[in-house]
T-cell receptor, first 113, second 108 residues
Framework: DTGVSQDPRHKITKRGQNVTFRCDPI?????LYWYRQTLGQGPEFLTY????????KSRLLSDRFSAERPKGSFSTLEIQRTEQGDSAMYLC???????????FGQGTRLTVV | GEDVEQSLFLSVREGDSSVINCTYT??????LYWYKQEPGAGLQLLTY?????DMKQDQRLTVLLNKKDKHLSLRIADTQTGDSAIYFC????????FGTGTRLQVFP
């Protein structure tokens, strides 16, 4: 499977715990994006990387959220001190260039209880 | 900031055409995309149009772009029950900005 892979697919955590999600983009895709989608809404942009450089962070990304892409390949998104409002589907996408088609992973569904 | 808007619901009879509309605010958008999302599934790219085009046809799908009015539409000919899903419009300059999605319901 050469698509975008996300792990885990589902995560249930208690409020206040930290969680980390992983995204493996399509090989050789320079761009990697993180989005969040809640029920009944479209995906909301969180942040993106060009290779290992994080180029933009949305205002939605509070200081509890951090994303890395250390070697320009896979990326991690960490949420510290989770809150119930963090419950959502977290989507990762990758593309070859800024204007090329973005391919999405299946997402990680986070439930904070 | 950039914004993309869509109507929330559309209901059509099987075999009819569906037209889903979208407006966007960023006039520097280079590409405009239509994604499909079925229940419990990821986002699937349906089609896209470059900003210097005004129409693109791909089998049953026709995309119309009015750049002056920043209006995009997706027409699905001969709509089938399998087309029932949420359709997202997205604009891009350096990142995709999505609309809230239009839920298409196809009834027999």
């Amino acid at each position: 499977d050469t698509g975008v892979s996300q792990d885990p697919r589902h995560k249930i955590t208690k409020r206040g715990q930290n969680v980390t999600f992983r995204c493996d983009p399509i090989s050789e895709h320079n761009r990697l994006y993180w989005y969040r989608q809640t029920l009944g809404q479209g995906p909301e942009f969180l942040t993106y990387f060009q290779n290992e450089a994080q180029l933009e962070k949305s205002r939605l990304l509070s200081d509890r959220f951090s994303a890395e892409r250390p070697k320009g390949s896979f990326s991690t998104l960490e949420i510290q001190r989770t809150e119930q409002g963090d419950s959502a589907m977290y989507l990762c996408a990758s593309s070859h260039s800024p204007t090329a088609e973005a391919f999405f992973g299946q997402g990680t569904r986070l439930t904070v209880v | 900031g950039e914004d993309v808007e869509q109507s929330l619901f559309l209901s059509v009879r099987e075999g009819d055409s569906s037209v889903i509309n979208c407006t966007y605010t960023d006039s520097s958008s280079t590409y405009l995309y239509w994604y499909k999302q079925e229940p419990g599934a990821g986002l699937q790219l349906l089609t896209y149009i470059f900003s210097n085009m005004d129409m693109k046809q791909d089998q049953r799908l026709t995309v119309l772009l009015n750049k002056k009015d920043k209006h995009l539409s997706l027409r699905i000919a001969d709509t089938q029950t399998g087309d029932s899903a949420i359709y997202f419009c997205a604009s891009t300059t350096d990142k995709l900005i999505f609309g809230t999605g239009t839920r298409l319901q196809v009834f027999p």
